[in-house]
């Protein structure tokens, strides 16, 4: 079985700040991780997604995280922030042999204020 | 290309009744999930049908079933209904590869009062 945690329930950041959301997670089998942003009455949109190979993933809107294997974790981090980054943002993981199930975290309030 | 479309998009049902979501994958997506998420939380896993078959189940009551039909559509099908379904019901499609990435719909917001 798999498991989320998101560090921070909700983040409030200035814009042009660099900013990260934590996130752990704990299987006992090969995963794939992801980070998906919901933004007020909207479905989830893919930010990026770790399969294999390199650690270092980049997304969509200058979003980047990083698998850390030995710390079980996969912080999403962005340079500078916008106001329309202002969203939720959630952590997901699936086992490598479970595709269309994924394990999401609590979820983290991005707040990008002037 | 159209994404993927949940009808209704919101709903309002007594406690007691029964209701029936619907969901049409991206074109060419087999595979339809389906998720719950209650205000203030990540989405929780329901099933996962692949071409017609369940093949996921997560920690539901048997008052939650679904189907897929030939046209790779789906329903989510919730009976006797109580106040803690209302939620946000996504539905999502992956292509057939196991590491497909999930794409989410807009979702259909269930009120049970």
């Known amino acids: 079985a798999q498991s989320v945690t998101q560090l921070d329930s909700q983040v409030p950041v200035f814009e042009e700040a660099p900013v990260e959301l934590r996130c752990n997670y704990s299987?006992?089998?090969?995963?794939?991780l992801f980070w998906y942003v919901q933004y007020p009455n909207q479905g989830l949109q893919l930010l990026l997604k770790y399969l294999s190979g390199s650690t270092l993933v980049k997304g969509i809107n200058g979003f980047e995280a990083e698998f850390n294997k030995s710390q079980t974790s996969f912080h999403l981090r962005k340079p500078s922030v916008h106001i329309s980054d202002t969203a939720e943002y959630f952590c997901a993981v699936s086992g490598s042999n479970q595709g269309g199930k994924l394990i999401f975290g609590q979820g983290t309030e991005l707040s990008v204020k002037p | 290309d159209a994404g993927v479309t949940q009808s209704p998009t919101h709903l309002i049902k007594t406690r007691g009744q029964q209701v029936t979501l619907r969901c049409s994958p991206i074109s060419g997506h087999k595979s339809v999930s389906w998720y719950q998420q209650v205000l203030g939380q990540g989405p929780q896993f329901i099933f996962q049908?692949?071409?017609?078959?369940?093949?996921g189940r997560g920690n539901f009551p048997d008052r939650f079933s679904a189907r897929q039909f030939p046209n790779y559509s789906s329903e989510l099908n919730v009976n006797a209904l109580l106040l803690g379904d209302s939620a946000l019901y996504l539905c999502a499609s992956s292509g057939d590869r196991g590491n497909s990435p999930l794409h989410f719909g807009n979702g259909t917001r269930l009120t049970v009062t």
């Open positions: 049908y692949y071409e017609k078959e369940e093949r």
């Open positions: 299987s006992s089998v090969s995963v794939y």
